[in-house]
């Protein structure tokens, strides 16, 4: 019996749209002959499935649909692909925990602390993996930008800590750009991190785990045409992305030893990717995606293209896997 998965996208955040073509693409390569996949989609107004050419509601209290063709119907799996809020920082996971619906993704604390890139940072720190120098800021609290550049230097980032968003990041030169920055960045968030510059080579890596263990893919190299690895850059082809990064085999092994240390640390599930910028023959980590872009642009799928491992068995190992255990 094919289980009616549910691939939930869309969500909250500014990237409700990259959120449903990632997922588009994962319905797409999807084995059809043990899931039957169709894309729920999640806004403030509710949850709604693209099922047969219909646009039905999803009950939040148990799941089900009415189809005119097919009756009434209810999801018997979830996989949630939403970059940000409610997806990639565990909300949803947390709902289907307690409403024992069986789901794909990380737990909803192993989701929560890695969406957070202030806690998830610290978090890696305490086991010293190197993390770029920060400060967390709070809406409720007022802050020092003097103080901030005499910490960091210049330039240095400001981005929102507790989005998955692309959006209110910004690399910061003067003391005077601060303020304005800052504020852009609670824009999308309730807290905001101000971290130093790192300069060195950017890498990140694909993680997952299936019944042969946690697996790493290759890395990419990501040379960025704007400022940095910012919204046009990751979306709208403004970067030169390298598969695999020009690193020493040494220094790959490295970063995918530490990507998978990481992976278990957080005990992450299903798909992730870790990004890193290589300074001083050192990875620091820069974030943890716990939801990574999967779209025609994105990076991960040109990892598999270069791992030669089929879309379509890459996810089926993950469902394999994260379904026997769970």
């Known amino acids: 019996m094919k289980k009616l998965t549910g691939l939930f996208c869309g969500g909250f955040s500014s990237e409700y749209e990259i959120s449903v073509k990632s997922a588009t693409e994962i319905k797409n390569a999807m084995?059809?002959?043990n899931y039957e996949v169709y894309l729920v989609f999640v806004s403030r107004e509710g949850w709604k499935i693209?099922?047969?050419d219909e646009l039905l509601v999803v009950s939040e209290k148990d799941f089900s649909f009415t189809s005119q063709q097919d009756g009434q119907r209810k999801l018997d799996l979830a996989h949630v692909y939403?970059?940000?809020?409610?997806?990639?920082?565990?909300?949803?996971?947390?709902?289907f925990e307690m409403?024992?619906?069986?789901?794909?993704?990380?737990?909803?604390?192993?989701?929560?602390?890695?969406?957070?890139?202030?806690f998830c940072n610290q978090f890696l720190k305490s086991f010293s993996i190197p993390v770029a120098k920060s400060i967390l800021l709070l809406d409720s609290e007022t802050f020092n930008s003097s103080q901030i550049?005499?910490?960091?230097?210049?330039?240095?980032?400001?981005?929102?800590?507790?989005?998955?968003?692309?959006?209110?990041?910004?690399?910061?030169?003067?003391?005077?750009?601060?303020?304005?920055?800052?504020?852009?960045a609670f824009k999308e968030g309730k807290t905001v991190v101000c971290e130093s510059f790192m300069q060195g080579i950017e890498v990140t890596c694909g993680v997952y785990q299936n019944n042969e263990g946690i697996q790493t893919l290759p890395c990419t190299e990501i040379v960025p045409e704007t400022d940095f690895f910012d919204y046009e850059a990751k979306y709208l082809g403004k970067s030169e992305e390298?598969?695999?990064?020009?690193?020493?085999?040494e220094m790959t092994d490295n970063v995918q030893a530490l990507t998978r240390k990481i992976y278990a640390l957080l005990q992450?599930?299903?798909?992730?990717?870790?990004?890193?910028?290589?300074?001083?023959?050192?990875?620091?980590?820069?974030?943890?995606?716990?939801?990574?872009?999967?779209?025609?642009?994105?990076?991960?799928?040109?990892?598999?293209?270069?791992?030669q491992i089929n879309i379509s068995d890459f996810w089926k190992s993950i469902y394999t896997f994260e379904l026997n255990r769970s």
């Open 149 to 184: 550049g005499e910490s960091l230097g210049f330039p240095l980032f400001v981005k929102p800590a507790d989005s998955g968003s692309s959006y209110g990041i910004s690399k910061v030169y003067t003391e005077s750009e601060l303020p304005n920055s800052i504020n852009e």
């Open 31 to 33: 084995d059809s002959s």
């Open 82 to 95: 939403i970059h940000g809020n409610p997806g990639e920082n565990g909300k949803l996971q947390a709902y």
């Open 268 to 307: 992450l599930r299903s798909l992730a990717r870790v990004d890193y910028i290589i300074v001083d023959n050192e990875p620091h980590v820069i974030e943890v995606n716990t939801t990574p872009g999967f779209s025609k642009e994105s990076i991960v799928p040109k990892m598999l293209h270069c791992a």
């Open 50 to 52: 693209d099922y047969k």
């Open 242 to 249: 390298i598969t695999p990064a020009r690193i020493s085999p």
């Open 99 to 118: 409403k024992q619906l069986p789901f794909i993704n990380a737990s909803a604390l192993s989701s929560e602390l890695s969406f957070d890139k202030w």
